[in-house]
């Protein structure tokens, strides 16, 4: 917001224009991110606005706008919370009562105020301490319970908090003597997955005869400590304490740390999809190792192996590995993790004991109680800012979702739910919310990290499993910045409501055979008849490949429409039908297919939807099941969504990849690739202008007959085979005349799959490079799909993820695609050096391995990182880096691994840009152009010498 109004500035917009867009802006956030409206007729027809911000008559005009309602605002606008606050007393009034307000001499009202330093807990809260004419006093700017009291050491409440307990829990364990440590001192930082799984850790790595030495509690100022080593300014701030971590086991002299990789958590429910962490607690310890520059002093070592928590044999393998260094053998390991996991399981049972003990005490005393629902680090106080001691200063219960989830051995959900449940936290947060839905004293309480892409798909779930049964969903984002006055305040509100309320229903939860199952949504499926019936929309992704997809589908006789561009409006829609915090390719491509509905364009009696789903710890898993819900909101819900996955995640009787569509499918792939780079290389230097882009829409037309036809190309003349079709089409661009100039400084384009290669997404960046005199180099479509095989037999080598016969059948498949990608190179090759022949992919995959671990898969995973060793190695050392806002996976292979590829190469040029629906493009558009400055100074070349861009084109 700010950089848009400072632009505006910049442009010469005048101070109503931007007084009109701030008001606007006002206006939609409190709409459509707030309130979450779909569309402004669900407000009504009579609408009366209050608050002191509708005060504001440009505000209230943009409101009538925006909506095209006539809103009345009552001269009281402003004072309708102190109405509502004297109506609210006069409901609970009792007769005779008195207010011991009434009885004060207000004429001789007077206060002093004075200012200290908390000093009870590490937050060190600047309290003012105001003491009035009557002796009482009242404390302010205290972000704890503890911070309200006068006394010196205040008194504990007596109400139960679990997130009090599960911090001492956790952490409560004392480490070895430096004599009994045979094998020296060990630090592990309190930090991300720690928070969940230390007393697996402490406990291995003490039997193992290390002395655990654990790092001291989060605060602000080992925040501040940390901040110079974070590359991300936007990922979560527990991320970020993990920097301040690090650094205070280096102040402490601890030369060895330890910060494992753990890309999968326990399964704890069997009917979940799959056991996931987040990306973030995943791989950031990589971030951490690539980042922290006082890692690499002498003597210190650093071990952040990767490890599967699932499966307790592979474990100790893993921890040989890690361990080699001091000898630790096999049955040492396993004896070693055996004797973890029974301290975990002990951890897990005294929290479902602590659970029991508070759901007891708030019956026997009628109190009220909140499930503060947050991963595991939100029990840090430094991160959940004192939200747990504000709940129980408002005399209620504090419980933790795992109190109620710990060894459940039955689901209250029938599967499967509308979104793909695949991490292990979030399967424990829609148990714990199919519970609360019944409990009658209880409500639940979301907590959530700015930056946490994935908890845009956790809050929709779980407020239609709450809001499904007439129960109350609470959401709190909580950052860096410490306001627990506004939470206070949602928290005080949501106490009253509910004490106003009557639940639906009031269930024994101690029985779990009497907690009735929240049933499964029906999905409509694409049936046989649909065949013939309906017309299957598909979004845009690559403009060069995906116009090849039509024809390969009529071939198998399917009606497929490609929606060839992205629109202001698809977009708009998608911010309408899609929870905004998720990522901008979410918004994009189901904004187009909601859009075809909305805009009249697609009759939903007689079409279908299709959408990729990857299955893999990306929240793009769940594209398909934000469509559907997308789709159900805008009154599409009869419109059959079809998943594309490799895995066959979802099933429809009426549609089918055969092995012939297959086949062209791959052909498809490679021919788009080797399009796609040969028009990107002559077209900056082509000697007729237009000539590279006319000749593009002749091949793009020959491949589209030769799909269509089995062969044979009208335009082309005769029968084409797939080798001689390569040959052709590489010998064309060969010939194509071209400026006899030196070749340009070369821009490689990487980041997340669809930002990268769709240019209504990435702003047409490949023009935004031509336009600055530079040459496009965008990495292949294959070399993703190549990536997801050498992920898998990783998986299956190091996280025992599938057995011979799937290690067998994916190195099969990979030499199989091999096959297809042999005829291009040699096409490629035979241009005798004005075209590029790809790096081996097992090349590609080496140049990753030398800065980021293989089995970093989430996202684009490593294969981004190799797509810019290789872009560097290929002459191509100016690099984008496009990843959407927010986007877990970029922070730890996008911008996490650049310091790293620095230091490695030290002519690498990246520039990290990041894409969403509110981002500037004139911020953007100026770094790169500040990028292809410095490429151009590093070329050798004035600028100046490409100013006239009389032969330049801005689109493919």
């Not at 997809?549 to 497929?560: D, S």
């Not at 062209?664 to 002559?682: C, E, F, K, Y």
């Not at 190309?713 to 590489?730: A, D, F, I, M, P």
């Amino acid at each position: 917001m700010n950089s848009s109004v400072k632009q505006a500035q910049k442009e010469g917009a005048s101070l109503a224009d931007i007084s009109a867009g701030l008001s606007y802006s006002v206006v939609r956030n409190a709409l459509y991110k707030v309130i979450k409206l779909r569309e402004a007729g669900e407000l009504g027809t009579c609408v009366v606005v209050q608050g002191g911000t509708f005060l504001n008559d440009a505000v209230l005009r943009a409101f009538e706008l925006l909506t095209g309602i006539a809103a009345v605002r009552p001269d009281i606008a402003g004072l309708m919370g102190a109405y509502g606050a004297a109506l609210t007393a006069q409901l609970h009034y009792q007769p005779g009562a008195v207010s011991p307000f009434m009885t004060r001499d207000l004429d001789a009202f007077s206060s002093e105020s004075e200012q200290r330093v908390c000093q009870l807990c590490q937050n060190r809260c600047k309290l003012t301490i105001t003491t009035f004419d009557d002796g009482t006093r009242n404390v302010s700017g205290n972000r704890c319970e503890r911070g309200a009291s006068l006394e010196k050491r205040p008194a504990k409440s007596e109400i139960p908090n679990l997130y009090d307990y599960k911090y001492k829990r956790i952490f409560g364990y004392r480490r070895l003597t430096e004599a009994a440590a045979t094998r020296g001192e060990i630090g592990v930082p309190r930090a991300l997955g720690m928070y969940e799984d230390y007393p697996l850790w402490f406990t291995v790595l003490t039997q193992l005869g290390f002395r655990v030495v654990l790092s001291g509690r989060s605060s602000h100022e080992l925040f501040e400590q940390g901040m110079e080593s974070i590359p991300a300014e936007n990922v979560c701030y527990p991320a970020k304490l993990a920097h301040g971590h690090i650094e205070w086991l280096l102040d402490r002299g601890v030369k060895t740390i330890f910060f494992p990789c753990a890309t999968y958590e326990r399964r704890e429910f069997e009917d979940a999809d799959d056991h996931y962490n987040c990306p973030i607690v995943a791989y950031y310890p990589q971030v951490i190792e690539k980042n922290v520059d006082r890692l690499r002093e002498e003597g210190v070592r650093y071990l952040d192996p990767f490890v599967n928590l699932d499966d307790p044999e592979r474990l100790a393998l893993s921890l040989t590995e890690a361990f080699a260094d001091w000898e630790v053998g096999l049955a040492e390991a396993q004896a070693a993790v055996a004797a973890g996991y029974a301290e975990l399981d002990r951890a897990q049972a005294d929290i479902r004991a602590e659970g029991d003990r508070a759901l007891q005490y708030l019956r026997e005393h009628d109190l009220r109680g909140i499930v503060l629902a947050g991963r595991p680090y939100h029990i840090d106080p430094e991160i959940n800012h004192g939200i747990p001691e504000a709940i129980s200063k408002l005399g209620m219960v504090v419980l933790s979702e795992d109190a109620l989830t710990a060894g459940m051995g039955k689901t209250h959900l029938e599967r499967p739910i509308r979104v793909m449940d695949q991490w292990a936290y979030h399967s424990r947060l829609y148990e714990a919310a199919a519970q609360v839905r019944v409990m009658r004293q209880v409500n639940l309480v979301q907590l959530n990290s700015f930056g946490c892409g994935l908890d845009a798909i956790t809050t929709d779930q779980v407020q239609e499993i709450l809001e499904g049964a007439g129960d109350v969903f609470t959401v709190i984002k909580i950052d860096e910045v410490s306001n627990l006055g506004a939470a206070t305040i949602r928290l005080r509100s949501l106490k009253a409501a509910t004490a106003e309320r009557l639940v639906s229903l009031d269930v024994d939860t101690t029985d779990p055979d009497a907690i009735p199952l929240v049933a499964a949504q029906q999905r409509p499926v694409f049936g046989l008849e649909d065949k013939a019936e309906r017309t299957i929309f598909a979004p845009q992704m690559s403009p060069v490949h995906f116009r090849m997809l039509e024809p390969i589908f009529a071939r198998a006789g399917y009606r497929v429409k490609v929606l060839e561009q992205a629109t202001p409006a698809d977009i708009e829609c998608g911010l309408k039908y899609v929870n905004n915090d998720v990522c901008f390719p979410a918004i994009m491509v189901i904004g187009q297919l909601i859009n075809a509905f909305v805009s009249g364009g697609a009759d939903p009696e007689k079409s279908a939807v299709a959408i990729t789903q990857t299955g893999g710890m990306c929240r793009d898993s769940n594209y398909t099941g934000m469509l559907r819900k997308g789709l159900a909101h805008a009154g599409y819900a009869q419109v059959p969504v079809i998943a594309l996955s490799t895995q066959g995640l979802e099933t429809n009787p009426g549609f089918r990849i055969s092995l012939p569509m297959l086949h062209r499918a791959l052909q498809a792939m490679v021919i788009g690739d080797i399009l796609q780079s040969v028009l990107l290389r002559v077209r900056p230097y082509e000697r007729v202008e237009g000539a590279a882009n006319a000749l593009y829409g002749r091949w793009d037309q020959i491949t589209r007959e030769y799909f269509s036809s089995g062969g044979y190309s009208q335009t082309y003349g005769h029968r084409l085979g797939y080798r001689k079709l390569l040959r052709e089409l590489v010998r064309e661009f060969d010939q194509l005349p071209l400026l006899n100039i030196p070749r340009k400084p070369r821009v490689g384009v990487v980041g997340e799959i669809l930002v990268k290669f769709q240019p209504d997404a990435n702003n047409n960046v490949v023009g935004v490079i031509e336009g600055e005199g530079c040459e496009a180099v965008l990495p292949s479509l294959a070399g993703y799909f190549s990536s997801a095989l050498t992920t898998n037999v990783w998986r299956i080598q190091h996280m025992g993820k599938g057995g011979k016969a799937d290690l067998r059948n994916t190195k099969m498949f990979a030499w199989f695609f091999d096959q297809y990608e042999k005829p291009a190179n040699q096409a490629l090759a035979g241009s005798n050096g004005k075209f590029d022949v790809p790096a081996p992919f097992g090349a590609v995959r080496d140049y990753a391995a030398q800065v980021i671990d293989l089995g970093t898969e989430a996202g684009e995973g490593w294969a981004l990182v190799g797509e810019m060793v290789e872009l560097i190695h290929s002459g191509a050392p100016n690099i984008i880096c496009c990843q959407p806002f927010a986007c877990l996976p970029n922070h730890v292979v996008g911008r996490g691994v650049f310091a790293e590829l620095r230091r490695q190469h030290p002519e690498a040029n990246i520039v990290s840009i990041d894409y969403d629906p509110g981002a500037s493009e004139v911020n953007q558009l100026n770094r790169i152009k500040l990028m292809a400055a410095t490429a151009h100074k590093n070329h050798g070349v004035p600028v100046e010498v490409w100013g006239d861009d009389s032969f330049l084109t801005s689109r493919a």
